[in-house]
């Protein structure tokens, strides 16, 4: 059970990390992941 809580949170900011890189390389595609997310 706690190893299953830390890879969820590992999981987080793995996933935020492409997210983050991609809403800077393209600032009019962040609006459009914004209303998706």
Known sequence: ???HSKNL???I???LEPTYK???H???N???SLKQD
């Open 13 to 15: 900011p793995i996933r």
């Open 22 to 24: 991609e809403l800077k």
């Open 9 to 11: 949170s590992i999981s």
């Open 30 to 32: 962040s609006n459009n």
């Open 1 to 3: 059970m706690k190893l």
């Open 26 to 28: 393209n600032p009019k």
